[in-house]
């Protein structure tokens, strides 16, 4: 199993509106990936902005390209994600799951 993390930032004004916005983007396509096998969505509101990480757990790499490209390194974003980040990061980070969790 890969774990793959996301980090972005937005102003605190648009953290509401972001979260909204990635339930019906990124967190559904996550979903409707064969092999995606779940998905945490967690906010860091303190600070000059708010910062979301997004973390997916996955079967396997070919899984993970399927939903991000052959890249698998490069994050995926989407149009409307310009109106919301204050930078777009542009890899992310992947960990082999070496324990789950009961």
Known sequence: MIMREWRGRV??????????FLHTSGIRDYRATPGNLGVWMLIDRNGEAAEFTLLTLWESEQAIRAFAGDDISLAHYYPEDDGFLLEKTRHVRHYEVLWPAA
Do not use: K, Q, V
Not at 11 to 20: F, I, R, T, V
């Open 11 to 20: 102003p605190h004004d648009l953290a509401d509106a972001y979260e909204a």
